[in-house]
């Protein structure tokens, strides 16, 4: 309200202001949702609106408190880089694994994907996030984010030694040495060695052991690093905290599913700066999109 009152001398008020995101936000979200079927229903690849060299998808999850109680909003990110030039598109959705790897898939596809020449998936290891690269993005390179599993040798070590113990830290520091040098199996040694006499610090032990089973096809770091592909996945952290929870848990907010993700449409078009062109593409259609929807509402009360 200030920029426009300032710059372009012209007064909106909040409410107007809202309703006009929120109206925007809703028919991207239904344009991209019909995107999304007609790709699978049709099983066509969306064509790329740029070329690049490399191509890297990212994917988390934050809670918001929405209609009531906690519900997750699913995170996407997707960074392509051409002529060392790159391109960052995000999106956040309230929808449920499978339509949410369908959106993310076609929303890397739009970002060259399917033409890149390398191609990665960084990632927690999160059951649903790695349910969705194993069926949308069977050929680009599984990593789990280095930090995540810092994080989890860390809390191990806390357990079994005690926190911030120098036992608990030199213990720690040795593993990540280990594991960033990709050698799962001696970790997964060095981990059995444990002494684990309680059941918390065997319950410890054996989430730690479970935890590199489960991705030790996704810890090469030396490989990925050689490819030149990140092995964080703060790209799409960043936007959890920026694009979403800045905007959403904010003090005394009280939202609805359907509006957050209205508003967080739109915060994704202008983060990723693609807000000028897709109003350019779709102003005039959004007119027609109102009247059909109030002819709709009409019909229905009638």
């Given at each position: 309200m200030a920029h426009l009152r300032r710059h372009h001398a012209i007064g909106v008020s909040k409410d107007l202001l809202e309703k006009l995101a929120r109206t925007v936000g809703q028919f991207w979200l239904e344009r991209d949702d019909e995107l999304t079927r007609c790709s699978l229903t049709d099983k066509i690849i969306p064509l790329a609106e740029m070329d690049c060299d490399s191509c890297c998808v990212f994917a988390d999850g934050t809670m918001v408190h929405t209609d009531?109680?906690?519900?997750?909003?699913?995170?996407?990110?997707?960074?392509?880089?051409?002529?060392?030039?790159?391109?960052?598109?995000?999106?956040?959705?309230?929808?449920?694994?499978?339509?949410?790897?369908?959106?993310?898939?076609?929303?890397a596809c739009q970002h060259g994907y399917q033409e890149a020449s390398l191609r990665g998936f960084i990632s927690d290891g999160s059951h649903w996030i790695r349910a969705i690269a194993e069926m949308h993005f069977p050929k680009a390179v599984h990593i789990l984010d280095w930090y995540h599993l810092a994080e989890n040798l860390s809390?191990?070590?806390?357990?079994?030694?005690?926190?911030?113990?120098?036992?608990?830290?030199?213990?720690?520091?040795?593993?990540?040495?280990?594991?960033?040098?990709?050698?799962?199996?001696?970790?997964?040694?060095?981990?059995?060695?444990?002494?684990?006499?309680?059941?918390?610090?065997?319950?410890?032990?054996?989430?730690?052991?479970?935890?590199?089973?489960?991705?030790?096809?996704?810890?090469?770091?030396?490989?990925?690093?050689?490819?030149?592909?990140?092995?964080?996945?703060?790209?799409?952290?960043?936007?959890?905290?920026?694009?979403?929870?800045?905007?959403?848990?904010?003090s005394g907010m009280r939202w609805s599913e359907r509006g957050a993700e209205q508003i967080l449409r739109v915060r994704c078009a202008l983060r990723d700066a693609s807000f000028d062109r897709l109003w350019d593409r779709t102003r005039e259609s959004i007119a027609v999109w109102q009247k059909r929807r109030l002819q709709e509402r009409r019909d229905m009360a009638a």
């Amino acid at each position: 309200m200030a920029h426009l009152r300032r710059h372009h001398a012209i007064g909106v008020s909040k409410d107007l202001l809202e309703k006009l995101a929120r109206t925007v936000g809703q028919f991207w979200l239904e344009r991209d949702d019909e995107l999304t079927r007609c790709s699978l229903t049709d099983k066509i690849i969306p064509l790329a609106e740029m070329d690049c060299d490399s191509c890297c998808v990212f994917a988390d999850g934050t809670m918001v408190h929405t209609d009531g109680d906690w519900h997750e909003v699913r995170v996407g990110t997707v960074c392509s880089t051409a002529a060392k030039r790159k391109r960052k598109s995000s999106m956040a959705r309230f929808l449920d694994v499978e339509h949410f790897g369908a959106e993310l898939w076609r929303k890397a596809c739009q970002h060259g994907y399917q033409e890149a020449s390398l191609r990665g998936f960084i990632s927690d290891g999160s059951h649903w996030i790695r349910a969705i690269a194993e069926m949308h993005f069977p050929k680009a390179v599984h990593i789990l984010d280095w930090y995540h599993l810092a994080e989890n040798l860390s809390k191990c070590a806390n357990e079994v030694f005690g926190e911030g113990t120098k036992e608990s830290q030199q213990w720690a520091g040795r593993m990540r040495k280990i594991m960033k040098r990709g050698k799962v199996d001696r970790a997964l040694k060095e981990v059995e060695r444990l002494a684990a006499r309680s059941k918390n610090k065997r319950k410890a032990k054996h989430q730690l052991i479970t935890y590199l089973n489960n991705n030790r096809d996704r810890v090469d770091y030396p490989r990925y690093r050689q490819l030149g592909l990140p092995i964080g996945s703060g790209e799409v952290e960043a936007d959890c905290k920026v694009l979403v929870q800045a905007r959403c848990k904010q003090s005394g907010m009280r939202w609805s599913e359907r509006g957050a993700e209205q508003i967080l449409r739109v915060r994704c078009a202008l983060r990723d700066a693609s807000f000028d062109r897709l109003w350019d593409r779709t102003r005039e259609s959004i007119a027609v999109w109102q009247k059909r929807r109030l002819q709709e509402r009409r019909d229905m009360a009638a």
